[in-house]
């Protein structure tokens, strides 16, 4: 079973910059879309950012602000600047494989609070 292990949340100041790495157990064939999700307290999980043939596709909330990358491995990224206390959230990873055989797999997720 393939594990994704998030690092890089904790506390920053509003402004500030993080960034969120995100890596595979193992190696994984076939990845059709990498991304980063979040869920703040009693709100949905909801999309942050994805990277797919090397497009980027974003939330209007983080357009400017964040920026994804991924390696030539199995890790993706998370570049947050210029937060804001409404980025306060768990954010997970994501790898999804589109085509058949299909996965879908996320982290555990890590948290990343603002402070104003």
């Known amino acids: 079973q393939v594990q994704l292990v998030e690092s890089g949340g904790g506390l920053v100041q509003a402004g500030g910059s993080l960034r969120l790495s995100c890596a595979a157990s193992?190696?994984?064939?076939?990845?059709?879309?990498m991304g980063w999700y979040r869920q703040a307290p009693e709100k949905q999980r909801e999309l942050v950012a994805t990277i797919s043939s090397g497009n980027t596709n974003y939330a209007d909330s983080v357009k400017g602000r964040f920026t994804i990358s991924r390696d030539n491995a199995n890790t993706v990224y998370l570049q947050m600047s210029s937060v804001e206390p409404e980025d306060t959230a768990v954010y997970y990873c994501?790898?999804?494989?589109?085509?058949?055989?299909?996965?879908?797999?996320w982290g555990q997720g890590t948290q990343v609070t603002v402070s104003s």
């Open positions: 193992r190696s994984i064939v076939g990845i059709d879309v």
């Open positions: 994501n790898f999804q494989r589109i085509r058949w055989p299909r996965f879908d797999y």
